[in-house]
């Protein structure tokens, strides 16, 4: 099982930045959404497809239908910008993550 | 506070062995599915195994199956993954991450990982 997503995204601050994951039939299965700076580990923004962390600001938010995912950040600030990766599980193949969007804050 | 503490990283041969080890505390352990997650420099996040709270249920993804070996103890409240044939291409920095589920579903808390270097 495979999740793609653009390698890349770019967003002015204060704009809606939009990263996206396909997967075939992925509705059917929970996605997660993961936060990556340099030199750290990841941390989890999104779980079960829309589900927000304590801790988490609001502005991030999600959605998940037919063969894509998505994941919003409202008013994006300089501190969003990061790699972001969406992440399922697959009966077959396991735990699956997507190749990895670098958002930049221009 | 969920801490996830990961050992036994280092520079191994190609075909080489090595045991890497997370201590955990901060949540009850044998609740918890646990996961290694893998990253080679400069590239993206790579599943590599998972196992269920009980231990009884163990995954692998294709690259390492037959090769890696994951394992928990509950009442040291540790994960342990021990590899070996390793090839260049396992070089990565391996992360430790419990699940947020009983059987592994999806990470929600990450170790600061521990390097591996697979070379001659």
């Known amino acids: 099982y495979e999740l793609t997503q653009p390698p890349s995204v770019s967003v002015s601050p204060g704009q809606p930045a939009t990263i996206t994951c396909s997967g075939d039939k992925l509705d059917t299965k929970y996605t997660s959404w993961y936060q990556q700076k340099p030199g750290q580990p990841p941390v989890v923004v999104i779980y079960?497809?829309?589900k927000r962390p304590s801790g988490i600001p609001e502005r991030f938010s999600a959605s998940n239908s037919g063969n894509a995912a998505t994941l919003t950040i409202s008013g994006t600030q300089a501190t969003d910008e990061a790699d972001y990766y969406c992440q399922t599980w697959d009966s077959n193949t396991g735990g699956v993550f997507g190749g990895g969007t670098k958002l930049t804050v221009l | 506070e969920v801490q996830l503490l990961e050992s036994g990283g280092g520079l191994v041969q190609p075909g080489g062995s090595l045991r890497l080890s997370c201590e955990a505390s901060g949540f009850t352990f044998s609740s918890y599915a646990m996961n290694w997650v893998r990253q080679a420099p400069e590239k993206g996040l790579e599943w590599v195994s998972g196992i269920s709270g009980s231990g009884v249920s163990t995954f692998y993804a294709d690259s390492v199956r037959g090769r890696f070996t994951i394992s928990r103890d509950n009442s040291k409240n540790k994960v342990s993954l021990h590899m070996i044939s390793l090839r260049v291409d396992d070089t990565a920095t391996y992360y430790c991450?419990?699940?947020?589920?009983?059987?592994?579903?999806?990470?929600?808390?990450w170790g600061q990982g521990t390097l591996v270097t697979v070379s001659s």
């Open positions: 991450a419990k699940d947020m589920s009983l059987g592994p579903r999806a990470p929600d808390s």
């Open positions: 079960e497809d829309t």
